[in-house]
């Protein structure tokens, strides 16, 4: 089993309450720990909810540009919290683009802030030079557009996902009326690649 963060998991990542690279104010909690911790807390209940159903449970995660350091720190968290349990494998690294091969599956995850979907093939094929032809099936994972989105590109089907969080402000006024926050599970098998999946609607109102 795979919990994936796509990154911006925290809205924010300061007291600041704004965007750490553009400086957009942002509409949050303003109690900064009680964020942190529900952000970290959800992912714990995650991976042990996952550890129920499957004998081992990776962990990835990548840093946003809504939660730059922060994403660095649940991380901590998360491999603090299960660094004596040896069915969780937690990905340590700051990597910007992290990949996970399963059987003839490869799988990419990136935030979407600097690779882009249609670039996310040729990529792949860069960094898993000695793993690329042993795969058939290939698939791309991102977040930073908080919209459903698919790329079939020749190496790889590119999609981006919805984020949990629901409309700030500054979305508001920029006129974004997206629908809910979902969270995807994905069944990936070791010789065909996707074939199933489920997808829960979260009811932030």
């Known amino acids: 089993g795979i919990v994936v963060d ?3 998991l925290m809205e924010v990542d300061d007291y600041k309450n704004m965007t750490p690279h553009s400086g957009n104010v942002l509409a949050v909690d303003s109690r900064y ?6 952000a970290y807390e959800s992912l714990i209940y995650a991976i042990e909810l996952a550890l129920t159903k499957h004998k081992t449970v990776y962990f990835y995660n990548i840093a946003g540009n809504h939660d730059v ?9 998360i491999r603090v919290k299960f660094m004596d349990n040896p069915r969780v494998i937690v990905d340590e690294t700051p990597r910007p683009i992290k990949y996970h091969q399963h059987g ?4 990419q995850f990136a935030h979407g802030d600097g690779l882009k979907l249609h670039k996310a ?4 094929a860069h960094d898993c030079q ?5 795969t058939k099936h290939r698939y791309s994972h991102f977040g930073h557009t908080h919209k459903d989105a698919v790329y079939e590109g020749p190496l790889t089907r590119a999609e981006s996902h919805r984020n949990l969080a629901p409309l700030n402000s500054w979305a508001y006024h920029k006129g974004f009326r997206g629908p809910l926050g ?4 994905i069944t990936y098998h070791v010789n065909h690649g996707e074939i199933s999946r489920s997808t829960f609607n979260v009811n932030m109102q």
């Open 182 to 185: 979902t969270m995807k599970s």
């Open 33 to 38: 720990p009680k964020i942190l911790r529900a």
């Open 6 to 8: 796509l990154g911006d």
């Open 121 to 124: 093939g040729e990529v792949m």
């Open 104 to 107: 003839s599956t490869l799988l």
């Open 69 to 77: 350091s922060s994403g660095d720190a649940v991380r901590e968290v």
């Open 130 to 134: 000695d793993i690329f032809s042993s």
